[in-house]
T-cell receptor, first 113, second 112 residues
Framework: GAGVSQSPSNKVTEKGKDVELRCDPISGHTALYWYRQRLGQGLEFLIYFQGNSAPDKSGLPSDRFSAERTGESVSTLTIQRTQQEDSAVYLC???????????FGSGTRLTVV | QKEVEQNSGPLSVPEGAIASLNCTYSDRVSQSFFWYRQYSGKSPELIMSIYSNGDKEDGRFTAQLNKASQYVSLLIRDSQPSDSATYLCAVNSRGGYSTLTFGKGTMLLVSP
């Protein structure tokens, strides 16, 4: 597609429920990243996928968080047993091979009530 | 631990002035440097990249890099109210594929 597409744009969920967030990167971008941004805070790295290499999961905050990517296409970020502190905007980004900077999607605003 | 530091601001400048945004980073082997603009409620947008010491100009924007001082800056000439946003500095410390470490951003307010 023309840009990084994320869905849903907004998600309100009850504490303890599982949620799944989706990211469709720019066609041809081999690298895909997930970040989290809490209200008024900076960007917090979560996970990074590059081609068929093992993902860099070093930023995932707990084992309730997991992510998958199908080849060089769509990625899903799953949060199990959501907690109120999971409320944030979840941003997906993709990039070409090399240091060209990211293109971000418009994000998914998650609210846990 | 890799760190990217920015003054949170707000930095207030009048319309038409030069806005100067600064960033320092801790990882000496950092190779790639980016500036993103983030409007309130929106996602970050890449506006500048710089990879070697010196200045890089793109329209009203100039990025400056000094690796010896571990310092990168963004100058915005002829600032406009539409430039009011938070500016994020990001650093990639390894060649090839890597993650970016972001600063917390500097809020810029340009008054008419």
């Amino acid at each position: 597609g023309a840009g990084v597409s994320q869905s849903p744009s907004n998600k309100v969920t009850e504490k303890g429920k599982d949620v799944e967030l989706r990211c469709d990167p720019i066609s041809g971008h081999t690298a895909l990243y997930w970040y989290r941004q809490r209200l008024g805070q900076g960007l917090e790295f979560l996970i990074y996928f590059q081609g068929n290499s093992a993902p860099d999961k070093s930023g995932l905050p707990s084992d309730r968080f997991s992510a998958e990517r199908t080849g060089e296409s769509v990625s899903t970020l799953t949060i199990q047993r959501t907690q109120q502190e999971d409320s944030a905007v979840y941003l997906c980004a993709s990039s070409f091979e090399g240091n060209y900077g990211y293109t971000f999607g418009s994000g998914t605003r998650l609210t846990v009530v | 631990q890799k760190e990217v530091e920015q003054n949170s601001g707000p930095l207030s400048v009048p319309e038409g002035a030069i806005a100067s945004l600064n960033c320092t980073y801790s990882d000496r082997v950092s190779q790639s440097f980016f500036w993103y603009r983030q409007y309130s409620g929106k996602s970050p947008e890449l506006i500048m990249s710089i990879y070697s010491n010196g200045d890089k100009e793109d329209g009203r924007f100039t990025a400056q890099l000094n690796k010896a001082s571990q310092y990168v800056s963004l100058l915005i000439r002829d600032s406009q109210p539409s430039d009011s946003a938070t500016y994020l500095c990001a650093v990639n410390s390894r060649g090839g594929y890597s993650t970016l470490t972001f600063g917390k951003g500097t809020m810029l307010l340009v008054s008419p």
